[in-house]
């Protein structure tokens, strides 16, 4: 496998990690005003969508060692539920 091969695969194992966090980040703060909350976030928007991603990759890369193959739906059900609870741990979510 070339360097460019193995690049390629890395970003396309990664790529859902880095939407979905972006995509919190960004509705989260959209939807904080439209549901009446005044509590400021817990860290900038690139510090949230960068421990979003780190969350995220760990959960696509121990899918991957643990069920042999990229790209399960079981790997996808707990890469969004652990991003979520890391946005809402973030927030603050439990102080409500």
Request: overall charge positive; proline content about 2%; aromatic content about 12%.
């Amino acid at each position: 496998m070339t360097a460019y091969l193995l690049v390629n695969h890395l970003l396309n194992l990664l790529a859902p990690a880095a939407l979905i966090a972006l995509l919190l980040v960004v509705l989260a703060r959209l939807f904080s005003g439209f549901f009446g909350s005044n509590r400021p976030f817990a860290h900038v928007w690139y510090a949230q969508a960068a421990i979003n991603f780190i969350v995220g990759s760990g959960v696509l890369v121990a899918g991957l060692v643990l069920l042999g193959h990229d790209g399960k739906m079981l790997t996808y059900v707990v890469l969004v539920v652990a991003m979520a609870a890391s946005q809402w741990l973030q927030l603050g979510g439990w102080k409500r």
